[in-house]
C-alpha cells in the first residue's frame, strides 16, 4: 500500500513557551512579498507622474520653477482656447456618462428578470467595442458623421461614438453591482407587494446597486475625458487633442502636463470616493 | 410543520386582475438593440463592406490582396510584434502585481487603492501618458535619456505596460480572488508544498483566466493609437497609424480603400482574439466562480 | 458475512488506530478570544463530535487540530508524537470540509489520487487506490466524471475518499453535511459513520445540528465560548446534561419551577429524582424534557384546577410526532406525543399532565419563565 510520510519529524518534548506556527511563517513571507511588490509598482506609476508634475511647474527656461502653466489652463489662447477644450471634454464626459447609464441600466435589469436567454448575446454586444479598435470604428463612424455635421457641428456630437467606447467598462461595473445582489428575489419580492416595473426598477433595483451605477458613470465620464482617436481621426478639437496639437506646435510645453494632471487627479479623486462610500455602505449593513 | 392555532387565519392580498398587452419580453431590449446597431454594427458592417471594393465600385476580392502586399504586412507584423511584448509583459507582471493584491486584506485601503488606480490608469493611455514618459525618459528626460526611448517596438513598449498592467489587474484579479480558500486548505491537509500546490491546483485553475486576460490586453494594445501618434507621428509603424494616413490623405486613388481594408484585417484578428478568449473565459468562469 | 464494502474498509485500515490529545489550546483573534486552555483527548478509533452554537470555538478546535492555524498556546499529540510544530502539509490528517473543496479542474479520480500523487506513488497504484476507495464510498461509477457534474452529496463523498485515501492517522470533518438538503444528510451521516467504524480510523466530527452528532458519535463535547460544557456518550449528554446550557442546546426543554429538598425536587406536586444529588436544598427551576410529559383527557370541568391540568393551545405537527403546547394558567408546558395521541387533544381541550419520573437536571440561575 502507499507509504505516508511519518511525523516523526517533531520533538517528542513539548515546546516551550509558544509553539513556532507555520502558518505564521508562511504569512510573513507573504507580506515580504507584498511590500517588495508595492514598492516597485508604485514605483513605476509615480514616476512619469512625478516627471509630469516636476514639468507642470518648469519655467520658460529649463531648470527653473514656476506656476505660470497651471495659469495658462485658463489663459492660453490657443487657437482655440484651451480652457474651451476642457469645457467640451468636460461636457462630453457628462453626456457620455449619463446616455450610457440611460441605456445599460434599465436593459440589463430588464434582460435579468425577463430575458436571461439574451444575456450571453447582449455582454457579447458590451464587450465588443474592448476589441474592435477605435480606429476601426471611425473608419465606419466617417460617412455617419458626415450626415451627423448636416444637423450639428460641435464636438459635442462625439458622445454618439463614446457611449458605445464606454459600454464595455460599464458593462462590467453595472454586472457585478447586480451580480451582488438577488435581483430576481428582491424584484418578485416587490411585484408580489404590487410593484410596477418602473417602481421595481428605480426604486428597489437600482438603489441597491448605487456604488456600481456611480463606478460605471465615473469610468465613462474617465473614457470620454482621454479619448483621442476619434476625435482626432473625424478632425473635431476636444481635450486631448489640443493637447497633441500644442506639443506638435510647441513641444514640451508645460501647460500639456499641468492640464493633464489636473484632470486626472479630478478622476482619481471620484474614484476614490466611490470606493469609500461603498465601504461605508457595507459597514452599514452589517 | 402545519400550526394548527385559535387564531385567525390572515386574509390573503388580492391578485392583481385586468387585461395587460402582452408584449414580447425582448422588445426591452430595443432601445439598447437600436443604439448598439447605428453606432456599432453599422460602421463596422460598412468597413467590411467596403473592403471587399474594387476602385470601380463593384464588390470584388481584389482588394484583399492589398493586405498581402508588403508594406501592408509590414504593418501587421509591426503591431504583431508590439501586441506579444506589451501584453506577455503587462500580462506577467499585472498578474504579480494582482496576487499581491489579492492575497491581502479584501476590504483593506490598499487593495482599495490599487483597485481605483488601475480603474484611471488603464483608460490613462493616450497622448499625456506618452509625453510623461517623454518627459521623464526622453532625450530632455528628467530621470535619464534612454537612447532606445524612439526605438520600435521596445520604447514604445515599455510606455504601453504602464496602461496594460493595471488593465491585467482589473481582469485578472476576480480570478484570483474566485481561488477558494478550500482549495488550498485542502491540498495543505493532503500533503502538499507551496510549489505543488500551485504546480497542481493553483496554476492549472488559473490557467485558462490568466491567458485569456492576457488575449485581452493583446487586443487592448492592437488598438492602441493615440499613444503611438503622441510618440512618434513621423513613420507609420503600426496598422492603426496607417489607418489614418489612409482616411485623411488625399493622396492616390488607389488608397481610396486602403483604410477600410485594413481595418478590416484588424477585425479578423480581434475576432480570432476574442474567439480565444470566450472559449477561455467559459473555462475559467467554471471553476473560478 | 462481511459485505464487501466492509471488506474493502478492512484493506484500506492497513494501520492501527492513534489517539489524539490536544492539551491547554489558546487561540485569538485580535480581542476575541476563540479557545483558552482547551483539553481534548480522542481515544484510539474514537468518534468524537464536537457541538455547539456558531462562534463556540469547535472549528477552530478543527483547524488548529490540521494544522490549517497557529495555537498561540497549547501542544498536540498524535499517537504519541508532537505535532504542534508542524505545518499541515506534514500532519497525516485526512479533512472533509464543508464545501467546494474538490478541486473543480479535476476528475473525481484524479481528485482521489491527487494525495497519492504527492507522494510519488506510481500511477498504477494510484488508480487502483483510487477505485478503492470510491468503491469503499459508492461512487465508482463516477470516476471520470468532474465535480461539477455531480450532486452535493456525491461530492462530499469523493471528499470524504480523497481524505482516506492517503490513509491518514486521523479524520476530520468540518460540518461536512450542513451544505446538504435534509434526506441527503441522513443518509450521508450513517454512511461516514459506517466508513469510520469499518476503517476504524480516530475521527473528530465538528457540527452545529445536535441530531447528527446524537446519531453518529461516540462521545459528544457540546462547547460554548471556547471550552467544553460537557464530554460525554450521547446518551447521557441527552438524558443527563451537566449544565442547563447543554440541556437547553440539545433538545427541548421546559423550565418549570421546582423545590429541591433531600434527592428529589418537586415540581408542580409531584416529586422528580434529581441528576445531580448534591444539589443544594430551595427554589431552583427544573429542566424537563417535552417527551416526559404525557397527556390524558382532564373531566374535571372548567371548575377543576390542578397544578397540572390547563388547556391545549397549540399544536405541531412534526411527521411521527407532535409537540402539544398546554398552558396551565401561570405558565405553559410544552409535551412530545405521537401524532395519534396528539390528535385526541386538540386545541383548546382540557388536559391532565403527567410528568414521568426521569431524572431531571436543575439550575439555580435563570428564573422559569415562559418557555420559547
Given at each position: 500500500?502507499?507509504?505516508?510520510?511519518?511525523?516523526?519529524?517533531?520533538?517528542?518534548?513539548?515546546?516551550?513557551?509558544?509553539?513556532?506556527?507555520?502558518?505564521?511563517?508562511?504569512?510573513?513571507?507573504?507580506?515580504?512579498?507584498?511590500?517588495?511588490?508595492?514598492?516597485?509598482?508604485?514605483?513605476?506609476?509615480?514616476?512619469?507622474?512625478?516627471?509630469?508634475?516636476?514639468?507642470?511647474?518648469?519655467?520658460?527656461?529649463?531648470?527653473?520653477?514656476?506656476?505660470?502653466?497651471?495659469?495658462?489652463?485658463?489663459?492660453?489662447?490657443?487657437?482655440?482656447?484651451?480652457?474651451?477644450?476642457?469645457?467640451?471634454?468636460?461636457?462630453?464626459?457628462?453626456?457620455?456618462?449619463?446616455?450610457?447609464?440611460?441605456?445599460?441600466?434599465?436593459?440589463?435589469?430588464?434582460?435579468?428578470?425577463?430575458?436571461?436567454?439574451?444575456?450571453?448575446?447582449?455582454?457579447?454586444?458590451?464587450?465588443?467595442?474592448?476589441?474592435?479598435?477605435?480606429?476601426?470604428?471611425?473608419?465606419?463612424?466617417?460617412?455617419?458623421?458626415?450626415?451627423?455635421?448636416?444637423?450639428?457641428?460641435?464636438?459635442?456630437?462625439?458622445?454618439?461614438?463614446?457611449?458605445?467606447?464606454?459600454?464595455?467598462?460599464?458593462?462590467?461595473?453595472?454586472?457585478?453591482?447586480?451580480?451582488?445582489?438577488?435581483?430576481?428575489?428582491?424584484?418578485?419580492?416587490?411585484?408580489?407587494?404590487?410593484?410596477?416595473?418602473?417602481?421595481?426598477?428605480?426604486?428597489?433595483?437600482?438603489?441597491?446597486?448605487?456604488?456600481?451605477?456611480?463606478?460605471?458613470?465615473?469610468?465613462?465620464?474617465?473614457?470620454?475625458?482621454?479619448?483621442?482617436?476619434?476625435?482626432?481621426?473625424?478632425?473635431?478639437?476636444?481635450?486631448?487633442?489640443?493637447?497633441?496639437?500644442?506639443?506638435?506646435?510647441?513641444?514640451?510645453?508645460?501647460?500639456?502636463?499641468?492640464?493633464?494632471?489636473?484632470?486626472?487627479?479630478?478622476?482619481?479623486?471620484?474614484?476614490?470616493?466611490?470606493?469609500?462610500?461603498?465601504?461605508?455602505?457595507?459597514?452599514?449593513?452589517? | 410543520?402545519?400550526?394548527?392555532?385559535?387564531?385567525?387565519?390572515?386574509?390573503?392580498?388580492?391578485?392583481?386582475?385586468?387585461?395587460?398587452?402582452?408584449?414580447?419580453?425582448?422588445?426591452?431590449?430595443?432601445?439598447?438593440?437600436?443604439?448598439?446597431?447605428?453606432?456599432?454594427?453599422?460602421?463596422?458592417?460598412?468597413?467590411?463592406?467596403?473592403?471587399?471594393?474594387?476602385?470601380?465600385?463593384?464588390?470584388?476580392?481584389?482588394?484583399?490582396?492589398?493586405?498581402?502586399?508588403?508594406?501592408?504586412?509590414?504593418?501587421?507584423?509591426?503591431?504583431?510584434?508590439?501586441?506579444?511584448?506589451?501584453?506577455?509583459?503587462?500580462?506577467?507582471?499585472?498578474?504579480?502585481?494582482?496576487?499581491?493584491?489579492?492575497?491581502?486584506?479584501?476590504?483593506?485601503?490598499?487593495?482599495?487603492?490599487?483597485?481605483?488606480?488601475?480603474?484611471?490608469?488603464?483608460?490613462?493611455?493616450?497622448?499625456?501618458?506618452?509625453?510623461?514618459?517623454?518627459?521623464?525618459?526622453?532625450?530632455?528626460?528628467?530621470?535619464?535619456?534612454?537612447?532606445?526611448?524612439?526605438?520600435?517596438?521596445?520604447?514604445?513598449?515599455?510606455?504601453?505596460?504602464?496602461?496594460?498592467?493595471?488593465?491585467?489587474?482589473?481582469?485578472?484579479?476576480?480570478?484570483?480572488?474566485?481561488?477558494?480558500?478550500?482549495?488550498?486548505?485542502?491540498?495543505?491537509?493532503?500533503?502538499?508544498?507551496?510549489?505543488?500546490?500551485?504546480?497542481?491546483?493553483?496554476?492549472?485553475?488559473?490557467?485558462?483566466?490568466?491567458?485569456?486576460?492576457?488575449?485581452?490586453?493583446?487586443?487592448?494594445?492592437?488598438?492602441?493609437?493615440?499613444?503611438?501618434?503622441?510618440?512618434?507621428?513621423?513613420?507609420?509603424?503600426?496598422?492603426?497609424?496607417?489607418?489614418?494616413?489612409?482616411?485623411?490623405?488625399?493622396?492616390?486613388?488607389?488608397?481610396?480603400?486602403?483604410?477600410?481594408?485594413?481595418?478590416?484585417?484588424?477585425?479578423?484578428?480581434?475576432?480570432?482574439?476574442?474567439?480565444?478568449?470566450?472559449?477561455?473565459?467559459?473555462?475559467?468562469?467554471?471553476?473560478?466562480? | 458475512?462481511?459485505?464487501?464494502?466492509?471488506?474493502?474498509?478492512?484493506?484500506?485500515?492497513?494501520?492501527?488506530?492513534?489517539?489524539?490529545?490536544?492539551?491547554?489550546?489558546?487561540?485569538?483573534?485580535?480581542?476575541?478570544?476563540?479557545?483558552?486552555?482547551?483539553?481534548?483527548?480522542?481515544?484510539?478509533?474514537?468518534?468524537?463530535?464536537l457541538?455547539?452554537?456558531?462562534?463556540?470555538?469547535k472549528t477552530t478546535t478543527l483547524r488548529l487540530l490540521a494544522?490549517l492555524e497557529?495555537?498561540?498556546?497549547?501542544?498536540?499529540?498524535?499517537?504519541?508524537?508532537?505535532?504542534?510544530?508542524?505545518?499541515?502539509?506534514?500532519?497525516?490528517?485526512?479533512m472533509?470540509?464543508?464545501?467546494?473543496?474538490?478541486?473543480?479542474?479535476?476528475?473525481?479520480?484524479?481528485?482521489?489520487?491527487?494525495?497519492?500523487?504527492?507522494?510519488?506513488?506510481?500511477?498504477?497504484?494510484?488508480?487502483?487506490?483510487?477505485?478503492?476507495?470510491?468503491?469503499?464510498?459508492?461512487?465508482?461509477?463516477?470516476?471520470?466524471?468532474?465535480?461539477?457534474?455531480?450532486?452535493?452529496?456525491?461530492?462530499?463523498?469523493?471528499?470524504?475518499?480523497?481524505?482516506?485515501?492517503?490513509?491518514?492517522?486521523?479524520?476530520l470533518l468540518d460540518e461536512?453535511?450542513?451544505?446538504?438538503?435534509?434526506?441527503?444528510?441522513?443518509?450521508?451521516?450513517?454512511?461516514?459513520?459506517?466508513?469510520?467504524?469499518?476503517?476504524?480510523?480516530?475521527?473528530l466530527f465538528v457540527?452545529?445540528?445536535?441530531?447528527?452528532?446524537?446519531?453518529?458519535?461516540?462521545?459528544?463535547?457540546?462547547?460554548?465560548?471556547?471550552?467544553?460544557?460537557?464530554?460525554?456518550?450521547?446518551?447521557?449528554?441527552?438524558?443527563?446534561?451537566?449544565?442547563?446550557?447543554?440541556?437547553?442546546?440539545?433538545?427541548?426543554?421546559?423550565?418549570?419551577?421546582?423545590?429541591?429538598?433531600?434527592?428529589?425536587?418537586?415540581?408542580?406536586?409531584?416529586?422528580?429524582?434529581?441528576?445531580?444529588?448534591?444539589?443544594?436544598?430551595?427554589?431552583?427551576?427544573?429542566?424537563?424534557?417535552?417527551?416526559?410529559?404525557?397527556?390524558?383527557?382532564?373531566?374535571?370541568?372548567?371548575?377543576?384546577?390542578?397544578?397540572?391540568?390547563?388547556?391545549?393551545?397549540?399544536?405541531?405537527?412534526?411527521?411521527?410526532?407532535?409537540?402539544?403546547?398546554?398552558?396551565?394558567?401561570?405558565?405553559?408546558?410544552?409535551?412530545?406525543?405521537?401524532?395519534?395521541?396528539?390528535?385526541?387533544?386538540?386545541?383548546?381541550?382540557?388536559?391532565?399532565?403527567?410528568?414521568?419520573?426521569?431524572?431531571?437536571?436543575?439550575?439555580?440561575?435563570?428564573?422559569?419563565?415562559?418557555?420559547?
Amino acid at each position: 500500500m502507499a507509504a505516508v510520510t511519518s511525523v516523526g519529524e517533531a520533538p517528542l518534548a513539548a515546546p516551550a513557551g509558544r509553539p513556532r506556527g507555520m502558518q505564521a511563517g508562511r504569512r510573513k513571507r507573504l507580506n515580504a512579498f507584498r511590500y517588495v511588490v508595492f514598492t516597485l509598482f508604485a514605483a513605476f506609476f509615480l514616476l512619469p507622474l512625478l516627471a509630469m508634475l516636476r514639468f507642470s511647474f518648469e519655467g520658460s527656461t529649463l531648470g527653473t520653477w514656476s506656476v505660470a502653466a497651471w495659469k495658462q489652463i485658463v489663459s492660453y489662447q490657443g487657437p482655440p482656447p484651451l480652457i474651451s477644450s476642457v469645457e467640451i471634454s468636460l461636457e462630453l464626459g457628462l453626456l457620455t456618462s449619463v446616455v450610457t447609464l440611460a441605456l445599460l441600466v434599465p436593459t440589463m435589469i430588464w434582460i435579468r428578470l425577463r430575458v436571461q436567454w439574451i444575456s450571453r448575446a447582449f455582454e457579447f454586444l458590451c464587450l465588443l467595442p474592448l476589441t474592435i479598435p477605435a480606429i476601426v470604428l471611425v473608419v465606419g463612424l466617417a460617412p455617419v458623421y458626415n450626415k451627423i455635421r448636416h444637423y450639428e457641428l460641435s464636438a459635442l456630437m462625439l458622445f454618439w461614438a463614446y457611449v458605445i467606447l464606454a459600454l464595455p467598462y460599464a458593462y462590467r461595473a453595472l454586472a457585478a453591482g447586480l451580480n451582488a445582489i438577488d435581483v430576481k428575489t428582491l424584484s418578485e419580492a416587490a411585484r408580489s407587494l404590487g410593484a410596477r416595473w418602473f417602481t421595481v426598477m428605480f426604486r428597489v433595483i437600482a438603489p441597491n446597486m448605487w456604488q456600481a451605477i456611480l463606478n460605471a458613470l465615473l469610468l465613462s465620464a474617465a473614457l470620454a475625458l482621454g479619448e483621442f482617436t476619434i476625435a482626432y481621426t473625424l478632425l473635431y478639437v476636444n481635450l486631448q487633442v489640443e493637447l497633441y496639437s500644442i506639443d506638435r506646435n510647441t513641444p514640451n510645453a508645460s501647460v500639456i502636463f499641468s492640464t493633464s494632471l489636473a484632470a486626472l487627479l479630478f478622476a482619481f479623486v471620484l474614484l476614490l470616493i466611490v470606493s469609500y462610500a461603498g465601504r461605508r455602505r457595507r459597514r452599514g449593513m452589517r | 410543520m402545519a400550526v394548527t392555532a385559535q387564531a385567525g387565519a390572515r386574509p390573503v392580498p388580492p391578485v392583481r386582475a385586468g387585461r395587460r398587452l402582452r408584449l414580447p419580453h425582448w422588445l426591452g431590449v430595443t432601445p439598447f438593440l437600436a443604439y448598439v446597431a447605428i453606432f456599432l454594427l453599422l460602421p463596422t458592417g460598412i468597413v467590411v463592406v467596403n473592403a471587399f471594393r474594387s476602385p470601380t465600385g463593384a464588390l470584388n476580392l481584389s482588394s484583399l490582396k492589398v493586405l498581402f502586399e508588403s508594406a501592408e504586412r509590414s504593418y501587421f507584423t509591426g503591431s504583431l510584434e508590439l501586441c506579444l511584448i506589451s501584453s506577455a509583459l503587462g500580462a506577467v507582471l499585472g498578474a504579480v502585481l494582482a496576487y499581491a493584491i489579492a492575497s491581502g486584506n479584501p476590504d483593506g485601503a490598499v487593495r482599495r487603492l490599487y483597485i481605483a488606480v488601475s480603474g484611471v490608469l488603464a483608460q490613462f493611455g493616450g497622448v499625456t501618458l506618452a509625453f510623461a514618459f517623454v518627459v521623464l525618459i526622453g532625450p530632455v528626460g528628467l530621470l535619464m535619456h534612454a537612447s532606445w526611448f524612439y526605438s520600435f517596438p521596445w520604447g514604445i513598449a515599455v510606455i504601453y505596460t504602464y496602461f496594460q498592467v493595471p488593465l491585467m489587474v482589473l481582469v485578472f484579479l476576480p480570478a484570483i480572488d474566485g481561488l477558494k480558500a478550500q482549495w488550498r486548505e485542502a491540498s495543505d491537509s493532503l500533503g502538499s508544498s507551496t510549489w505543488q500546490y500551485w504546480r497542481y491546483v493553483g496554476g492549472p485553475l488559473l490557467a485558462p483566466a490568466f491567458f485569456g486576460a492576457a488575449l485581452l490586453l493583446f487586443a487592448n494594445a492592437l488598438s492602441a493609437f493615440a499613444t503611438i501618434v503622441a510618440w512618434e507621428n513621423q513613420i507609420a509603424y503600426i496598422v492603426p497609424q496607417q489607418i489614418y494616413v489612409a482616411i485623411n490623405s488625399e493622396v492616390g486613388l488607389s488608397n481610396v480603400n486602403q483604410a477600410d481594408v485594413l481595418a478590416l484585417g484588424m477585425i479578423i484578428l480581434v475576432a480570432i482574439i476574442m474567439t480565444c478568449y470566450a472559449l477561455l473565459q467559459r473555462r475559467a468562469a467554471r471553476w473560478l466562480r | 458475512m462481511t459485505s464487501p464494502q466492509t471488506q474493502n474498509a478492512r484493506k484500506v485500515a492497513g494501520r492501527a488506530a492513534v489517539e489524539v490529545r490536544m492539551e491547554g489550546l489558546s487561540r485569538r483573534y485580535g480581542a476575541v478570544v476563540a479557545l483558552d486552555g482547551f483539553d481534548l483527548t480522542v481515544q484510539a478509533g474514537e468518534l468524537v463530535a464536537l457541538l455547539g452554537p456558531s462562534g463556540c470555538g469547535k472549528t477552530t478546535t478543527l483547524r488548529l487540530l490540521a494544522g490549517l492555524e497557529d495555537a498561540d498556546a497549547g501542544t498536540i499529540t498524535v499517537g504519541g508524537s508532537d505535532v504542534t510544530g508542524l505545518p499541515a502539509s506534514k500532519r497525516d490528517m485526512g479533512m472533509v470540509f464543508q464545501a467546494y473543496s474538490l478541486f473543480p479542474h479535476m476528475t473525481v479520480r484524479q481528485n482521489v489520487s491527487f494525495g497519492l500523487r504527492l507522494r510519488r506513488v506510481g500511477s498504477a497504484q494510484r488508480d487502483r487506490r483510487a477505485l478503492e476507495m470510491l468503491e469503499l464510498v459508492g461512487l465508482s461509477s463516477q470516476a471520470d466524471r468532474y465535480p461539477h457534474q455531480i450532486s452535493g452529496g456525491q461530492q462530499q463523498r469523493v471528499a470524504l475518499a480523497r481524505a482516506l485515501a492517503i490513509e491518514p492517522q486521523v479524520l476530520l470533518l468540518d460540518e461536512p453535511l450542513s451544505a446538504l438538503d435534509a434526506k441527503v444528510r441522513a443518509q450521508l451521516r450513517d454512511e461516514i459513520r459506517r466508513i469510520q467504524l469499518d476503517v476504524g480510523i480516530t475521527t473528530l466530527f465538528v457540527t452545529h445540528d445536535q441530531e447528527e452528532a446524537l446519531a453518529i458519535a461516540d462521545r459528544v463535547g457540546v462547547m460554548r465560548e471556547g471550552h467544553i460544557e460537557q464530554l460525554a456518550p450521547p446518551v447521557d449528554v441527552y438524558s443527563r446534561p451537566s449544565t442547563s446550557f447543554v440541556a437547553e442546546f440539545v433538545g427541548l426543554t421546559n423550565r418549570l419551577p421546582g423545590t429541591v429538598s433531600g434527592s428529589t425536587v418537586t415540581v408542580r406536586g409531584r416529586d422528580l429524582p434529581l441528576v445531580d444529588l448534591s444539589t443544594p436544598g430551595g427554589t431552583v427551576t427544573a429542566l424537563v424534557r417535552p417527551e416526559a410529559v404525557t397527556l390524558a383527557p382532564d373531566s374535571g370541568g372548567p371548575a377543576s384546577s390542578g397544578p397540572l391540568t390547563g388547556t391545549v393551545i397549540a399544536s405541531t405537527f412534526l411527521g411521527a410526532t407532535s409537540r402539544v403546547t398546554v398552558d396551565l394558567g401561570d405558565l405553559t408546558i410544552m409535551a412530545q406525543l405521537s401524532t395519534a395521541d396528539a390528535a385526541e387533544h386538540p386545541a383548546g381541550s382540557r388536559v391532565s399532565l403527567t410528568i414521568r419520573p426521569d431524572p431531571v437536571l436543575v439550575s439555580v440561575d435563570a428564573p422559569a419563565d415562559v418557555e420559547a
